[in-house]
């Protein structure tokens, strides 16, 4: 369950670092608009999910972000 609020949460704020690209595109501010994607909150937004993308897959949790469980019922 946290892992899945996480990644939520990254996501809107990729989200909203893309809506942030987007005005500078439209404003026509491409060198801005190439500064933010290359080094800045774009950049780091993206970053941060898939940093959490990979460290899920090497703490071998599931698809619900819990560790696998075993045994029987």
Do not use: H
Not at 2 to 15: K, N, S, V
Not at 16 to 25: A, H, K, N, W
Not at 49 to 69: H, K
């Amino acid at each position: 369950m946290q892992y899945a609020q996480q990644t939520q949460a990254a996501l809107d704020r990729l989200d909203e670092s893309l809506l942030g690209l987007r005005e500078l595109v439209k404003r026509g501010k491409i060198q801005e608009a190439l500064q933010y994607m290359e080094n800045g909150p774009l950049k780091e937004r993206f970053g941060e999910l898939q940093n959490m993308v990979i460290l899920s897959q090497t703490n071998n949790l599931g698809a619900r972000g819990t560790a696998p469980q075993t045994g029987t019922l």
